[in-house]
């Protein structure tokens, strides 16, 4: 939003110094850059810009509770404060946070390559590129306890492009985002465990280039036949994983079925609070649902698909179809099994195949 600076705009963190995985990005340069880059929100006076950040603070602890009614999470636990942002603010958090996953792989003493100030100068204009699609975010990578972060500006485009009723729309967004959040919360071991696959994805091997051409073919050609894996990821994402050795194929394997996971249960828990929380949910989640479905031009598209941003919807729609049959299945109380530690997450095969994981898990 333009005419204010929302309140906590300010993510309160500083980027990592430079070294490991995050060192090959300037993730102090990409936020500057991001930050600059981002484009303005819609105009709105800086009386309605403030009485939009006091009511999404507000409506983000009203969410909890219906949330942990749902899941039969994080009871007792305290409700946490989110932060309202403006797109700047949400990139140079954006970037700090890409620096802290990487943490543990840093080697503060190394001096960054030499592209790495190119890299954070293409990793800024992409994050200035998400800035305006973002409507909020849990962080588990940023604070004690993580942050919930809601992007103001595109909160009230989004809600003034569907013609919604703007509390409703607010509180269902916010089921979603305080859903990550007390999945955290329950399973705090997760921050390990995506730390862990970042850090076998960014594994340096000695592999011959023949090899990994040759299994970039083989994925090519499985397509052209259409015999490819209907479990495994399409797109750039899985020409990207045809490329990787088996640790890495596995590691990402791994964080797309997290991923899944976690993005399903939030919309399964958006869905299942319902009408007597959010009276227009119905309404909305057609909109909503009809929106990610526009058409859009070619150059939007091809972003989209380079960005990953496809594959992310497909992780909403897979993840949620996982989670309501489980769910129907065995009730939420056995299925919050998936949360005891990660022997328990389902395996990326199983996320098709939600009787496999019952069968594994639960039997």
Not at 14 to 30: F, I, N, Q, S
Not at 159 to 166: A, G, Q, S, T
Not at 265 to 292: L, Q, T, Y
Request: charged fraction near 25%.
């Amino acid at each position: 939003m333009t005419g204010a600076e929302p309140a906590h705009s300010d993510s309160g963190t500083e980027t990592r110094k430079p070294g490991g995985l995050a060192g090959a990005v300037d993730w102090d340069l990409a936020a500057r850059t991001g930050a600059r880059l981002a484009p303005r929100g819609p105009q709105v006076s800086r009386e309605r810009a403030e009485a939009v950040v006091a009511d999404l603070e507000e409506i983000s602890k009203a969410a909890e509770l219906p949330v942990r009614e749902v899941t039969g999470l994080a009871e007792g636990l305290p409700i946490p404060r989110a932060q309202i942002v403006d797109r700047s603010a949400w990139v140079r958090a954006a970037a700090s946070s890409m620096a802290n996953i990487a943490e543990g792989d840093a080697d503060t003493d190394r001096k960054p390559p030499l592209g790495a100030k190119t890299a954070g100068l293409q990793a800024g204009a992409v994050l200035a590129f998400l800035s305006s699609a973002i409507l909020g975010q849990y962080d588990p990578f940023t604070g004690e306890d993580g942050t919930l972060l809601l992007v103001a500006p595109n909160m009230v485009m989004v809600e003034r492009m569907l013609k919604v009723d703007p509390a409703d729309f607010r509180l269902w967004v916010c089921l979603h985002e305080v859903t990550h959040r007390i999945q955290f919360a329950a399973a705090p071991w997760i921050r390990d465990y995506m730390r862990e696959q970042v850090a076998i994805l960014s594994a340096v091997g000695s592999e011959p280039l023949t090899d990994v051409v040759a299994r970039l073919a083989a994925e090519l050609r499985e397509r052209r036949q259409g015999t490819a894996d209907s479990d495994s990821p399409g797109g750039v994402i899985g020409l990207l994983r045809a490329t990787q050795a088996p640790p890495q194929r596995d590691a990402l394997d791994r964080l797309l079925a997290l991923g899944t996971l976690l993005e399903g249960h939030a919309d399964h828990v958006m869905d299942a609070v319902g009408p007597a929380v959010v009276p227009s949910v119905k309404e909305i989640r057609a909109k909503f649902d009809n929106r990610r479905r526009r058409r859009m031009n070619p150059i939007h598209r091809l972003i989209r698909a380079l960005l990953g941003m496809d594959a992310k919807m497909q992780q909403y729609v897979r993840g949620k179809k996982f989670v309501d049959a489980v769910v129907e299945e065995v009730g939420m109380e056995r299925f919050n099994t998936v949360w005891t530690s990660p022997e328990t997450l389902p395996l990326a095969s199983e996320i098709g195949h939600p009787e496999a994981w019952i069968k594994r898990v639960l039997a």
